[in-house]
């Protein structure tokens, strides 16, 4: 091993932790500590290798979760839903490699190859897109459950992602989901369980460890308080020290998979409470980290998230906008309006429910930073969706340097492929 391989390797994935997320968070951030917040560092920010990093799938301009985690953690590009099945533009083709054909070997298996020990963490279902990479391949991510077997997916040979968690090689699993779990599959596990974070804490170290902390996802962040699920940051410095027992070391994949699912829901706050979770992980892991340790953060694929409007500096992040006064050079008392004569807010979104209408009502401060309020958007969907412009990529430790410029993203998959094999 030399000094440029990692024994460990730590990546921290924010689901959907687009630039506009990460500027907005570092604000959110900074503001809730007291200052202004624009000149606020978050904890990957002082990383010294920085990348933009292309989300395409291949059959997709914008991408989803599953074909974007198969480029990170496995090292080639897929086609959009897609979890470790090379792409085809025929679906029977991916069925028939998904279930039992020429799949190529995840990054547990790498990791496994290598002797190491395989941490899986994430605050959506473990069986979701991004933690499902880590251990599986299915030609759908929706095969979550062995309920989900019907259809073009009740093929001999096709197994559940949460079968095929209970039968992979990973050491520790720690997430939401029980309910894609049958009561057999669970009993099944060849180690110790937990449902909350006491049982955790009090899990024999000798064995496997799945911990199930809620029925679907985990709670957000902003409302974890009233629950016994662990913190991100929690479940990180729990799965490093457990697997650092391990003497050839380990590979930890952590993602704060609740960013994503605020930004569908266009409620900017939990969002950003979710990053500055996932800030309060990776500042605990880089202080528990020792220099053997490679640690990346990035994101999957961005979100339609903006902001705008010329605010003051200093502006609270989720309020209303206020523009510089040229007289003074401060905020301006009044609040900054559109030209139906309506205030707005600094924080939007470009498509989802909530559309900004002539007549829509009008914004108060209490009404736009309240923990449940939507931000208003352009185009009316159901949904807010992805975006598909660059995400960052962070690094920091021992084969840091390989990550730099504009990098398509499924060359993370193969530089990390490449650190296992040194």
Same mark, same amino acid.
Request: proline share 4%; aromatic share 6%.
């Given at each position: &091993?030399?000094?440029?391989?990692?024994?460990?390797?730590?990546?921290?994935?924010?689901?959907?932790?687009?630039?506009?997320?990460?500027? %907005?968070?570092?604000?959110?951030?900074?503001?809730?500590?007291?200052?202004?917040?624009? =000149?606020?560092?978050?904890?990957?920010?002082?990383?010294?290798?920085?990348?933009?990093?292309?989300?395409?799938?291949? !059959?997709?301009?914008?991408?989803?979760?599953?074909?974007?985690?198969?480029?990170?953690?496995?090292?080639?590009? /897929?086609?959009?839903?897609?979890?470790?099945?090379?792409?085809?533009?025929?679906?029977? !083709?991916?069925?028939? =490699?998904?279930?039992?054909?020429?799949?190529?070997?995840?990054?547990?298996?790498?990791?496994?190859?290598?002797?190491?020990?395989?941490?899986?963490?994430?605050?959506?279902?473990?069986?979701?897109?991004?933690?499902?990479?880590?251990?599986?391949?299915?030609?759908?991510?929706?095969?979550?459950?062995?309920?989900?077997?019907?259809?073009?997916?009740?093929?001999?040979?096709?197994?559940?992602?949460?079968?095929?968690?209970?039968?992979?090689?990973?050491?520790?699993?720690?997430?939401?989901?029980?309910?894609?779990?049958?009561?057999?599959?669970?009993?099944?596990?060849?180690?110790?369980?937990?449902?909350?974070?006491?049982?955790? $804490?009090?899990?024999?170290?000798?064995?496997?460890?799945?911990?199930?902390? !809620?029925?679907?996802? $985990?709670?957000?962040?902003?409302?974890?308080?009233?629950?016994?699920?662990?913190?991100?940051?929690?479940?990180?410095?729990?799965?490093?020290?457990?697997?650092?027992?391990?003497?050839?070391?380990?590979?930890? &994949?952590?993602?704060?998979?609740?960013?994503?699912?605020?930004?569908?829901?266009?409620?900017?706050?939990?969002?950003?409470?979710?990053?500055?979770?996932?800030?309060?992980?990776?500042?605990?892991?880089?202080?528990?980290?020792?220099?053997?340790?490679?640690?990346?953060?990035? %994101?999957?694929?961005?979100?339609?998230? /903006?902001?705008?409007?010329?605010?003051?500096?200093?502006?609270?992040?989720?309020?209303?906008?206020?523009?510089?006064?040229?007289?003074?050079?401060?905020?301006?008392?009044?609040?900054?309006?559109?030209?139906?004569?309506?205030?707005?807010?600094?924080?939007?979104?470009?498509?989802?429910?909530?559309?900004?209408?002539?007549?829509?009502?009008?914004?108060?401060?209490? $009404?736009?930073?309240?923990?449940?309020?939507?931000?208003?958007?352009?185009?009316?969907?159901?949904?807010?969706?992805?975006?598909?412009?660059?995400?960052?990529?962070?690094?920091?430790?021992?084969?840091?340097?390989?990550?730099?410029?504009?990098?398509?993203?499924?060359?993370?998959?193969?530089?990390?492929?490449?650190?296992?094999?040194?």
């Amino acid at each position: &091993m030399s000094d440029s391989t990692p024994k460990n390797i730590i990546v921290f994935i924010g689901d959907g932790m687009g630039i506009s997320t990460i500027t %907005a968070g570092r604000i959110f951030v900074g503001q809730e500590m007291g200052k202004k917040g624009e =000149e606020h560092e978050l904890s990957w920010d002082t990383f010294e290798q920085l990348a933009l990093i292309k989300t395409y799938n291949t !059959n997709a301009q914008v991408p989803d979760s599953a074909g974007t985690a198969t480029a990170i953690l496995s090292g080639y590009k /897929t086609n959009i839903g897609a979890v470790n099945v090379r792409p085809d533009a025929n679906l029977e !083709n991916m069925l028939a =490699e998904g279930c039992g054909g020429d799949t190529s070997p995840t990054l547990t298996d790498k990791a496994k190859a290598d002797g190491k020990a395989v941490g899986v963490i994430s605050t959506a279902r473990l069986t979701h897109a991004t933690p499902a990479v880590m251990y599986s391949h299915s030609a759908s991510r929706d095969i979550e459950a062995d309920k989900d077997l019907e259809g073009p997916f009740a093929m001999e040979g096709c197994k559940s992602i949460s079968q095929q968690l209970i039968e992979s090689e990973v050491d520790l699993a720690l997430g939401g989901g029980r309910k894609e779990f049958t009561d057999a599959q669970v009993a099944a596990w060849p180690g110790a369980t937990a449902s909350t974070k006491a049982d955790m $804490m009090a899990a024999d170290t000798s064995q496997p460890l799945l911990g199930l902390f !809620n029925a679907s996802h $985990m709670s957000f962040e902003a409302d974890r308080a009233g629950t016994e699920e662990p913190s991100i940051a929690e479940m990180t410095t729990f799965a490093m020290d457990r697997l650092a027992s391990n003497g050839d070391g380990y590979v930890l &994949m952590v993602e704060a998979g609740r960013i994503d699912h605020a930004h569908h829901g266009t409620n900017a706050f939990r969002a950003l409470k979710d990053l500055q979770a996932m800030d309060a992980a990776v500042s605990a892991a880089v202080a528990k980290a020792d220099d053997d340790t490679l640690i990346l953060v990035t %994101a999957d694929h961005s979100h339609v998230f /903006t902001m705008a409007g010329y605010p003051a500096r200093g502006n609270p992040i989720l309020g209303l906008s206020r523009p510089v006064d040229p007289e003074t050079g401060i905020a301006h008392l009044e609040y900054a309006l559109d030209d139906d004569g309506k205030t707005y807010t600094t924080l939007g979104y470009q498509n989802g429910p909530n559309v900004r209408e002539a007549d829509s009502e009008t914004l108060t401060d209490n $009404m736009v930073q309240a923990p449940d309020y939507r931000q208003q958007t352009a185009v009316r969907l159901r949904s807010e969706t992805h975006a598909g412009e660059d995400v960052a990529l962070f690094a920091t430790g021992p084969g840091a340097e390989r990550f730099n410029g504009v990098m398509e993203q499924d060359e993370i998959g193969r530089i990390l492929a490449d650190l296992l094999a040194e």
